[in-house]
């Protein structure tokens, strides 16, 4: 078990809602980046975040947008939801940025109906 | 960013059987990860593995960084091993193989 917890597990919301995903990053770990999965497909990151600053993102529209709080914990909010955004959400955390090791939460499970 | 390939992409074995799946790196990578991605998604840390081989259990890793690749053997499989299994590397955001989908049948 890695430390690095999301909640919730699992959720329900419909087409043109809002969806706030959280993580609570591992003891000591300053970094957090999220990812989407989707069915049958490998991870693809959203964003980073490092010192409550983002760091880095990837090809996801604005509507995806992130928060880190003092503790280093992260949110990932999702508006205006698509059928499409239905998908694993992974958010890592690790002890620095750059090259360090990444410790993986349980994910989120998001469904839009 | 470092290409990472994984190799089979599928492997079906019976339970019990061993095997050994295969991550290629097109540059030097210093801190290689593998995991397990269980039936419910969770990724499970298996090995930090920038060098050297690593032993857990029924499984096994080595990287070999300066022919840039890695290996991961699993002996004994059980039905609980099944899954996907990722490799990849953190430099700023994670970068993940392709992954090879293992099913162990009973």
């Known amino acids: 078990e890695t430390g690095v917890t999301q909640s919730p597990t699992h959720l329900i919301k419909t087409r043109g809602q809002q969806v706030t995903l959280r993580c609570s990053s591992q003891?000591?770990?300053?970094?957090v980046s999220w990812y989407q999965q989707a069915l049958g497909q490998g991870p693809q990151f959203i964003f980073q975040y490092y010192r409550e600053e983002e760091n880095g993102r990837g090809n996801f529209p604005p509507r995806f947008s992130g928060l880190q709080f003092p503790n280093y914990s992260s949110e990932l909010n999702v508006n205006a939801l698509e059928l499409d955004d239905s998908a694993l959400y992974l958010c890592?955390?690790?002890?620095?940025?750059?090259?360090?090791?990444?410790?993986f939460g349980q994910g989120t499970r998001l469904t839009v109906v | 960013g470092i290409q990472v390939e994984q190799s089979p992409p599928d492997l079906i074995l019976q339970e019990g059987a061993n095997s050994t799946l295969r991550c290629n790196f097109s540059?030097?990578?210093?801190?290689l990860q593998w995991f397990h991605q269980n039936p419910w998604g969770q990724l499970i840390n298996l090995f930090y593995?920038?060098?050297g081989t690593k032993q857990n259990g029924r499984l096994n890793a080595t990287t070999v960084a300066t022919e840039r690749y890695s290996l991961l053997y699993i002996s004994s499989s059980q039905t609980t091993d099944s899954g996907v299994y990722f490799c990849?590397?953190?430099?700023?955001?994670?970068?993940f193989g392709s992954g090879t989908k293992l099913n162990v049948k009973p």
């Open positions: 540059d030097s990578v210093n801190n």
């Open positions: 593995i920038p060098s």
């Open positions: 890592a955390s690790s002890p620095g940025f750059g090259e360090a090791e990444a410790f």
């Open positions: 003891s000591g770990h300053n970094t």
């Open positions: 990849g590397y953190n430099f700023n955001k994670f970068y």
